[in-house]
């Protein structure tokens, strides 16, 4: 069975995004593909009955149907995935700087000769 790839808005990145925009949307990635081995996985138990209604057109709808499903189950954050593995995650992140400031502190830095 070939497998049909279809990113929904929110689940790429784009190229100038930072890195915790990359992680939020690798994290999605993954939660919609585990949710579609695990849907797969689920279609693949057989239960003895007989295949009055199955066909390859009923199986790819199938497979589509799923994909779809998982994709914005991810997309939606329902099952929150996403969110656990980016937390996870975020923590081995280079730390992000600091905006300079702006105002007087930033202008007069204290060089610690003056009087108190």
């Known amino acids: 069975m070939s497998t049909i790839q279809s990113p ?29 081995q695990m849907l797969s996985a689920a279609r693949k138990a057989d239960f003895g009955g007989d ?27 329902t099952l929150g995935f996403a969110t656990i593995i980016e937390a996870q995650m975020a923590r081995f992140l280079p730390e992000q700087q600091q905006p300079a400031q702006t105002g007087d502190a930033a202008a007069a830095p204290s060089s610690g000769t003056g009087s108190t």
Do not use: I, P
């Not at 199955?54 to 914005?72: G, I, K, R």
């Open 51 to 77: 295949k009055l209604f199955s066909s390859q057109a009923l199986d790819t709808f199938n497979q589509m149907q799923d994909e779809h499903f998982a994709d914005v189950t991810a997309q939606s954050g």
């Open 8 to 36: 929904l808005a929110g689940m790429t990145a784009a190229a100038t995004a930072t890195d915790r925009e990359k992680l939020k949307s690798v994290a999605k990635q993954f939660e919609s593909l585990f949710m579609r």
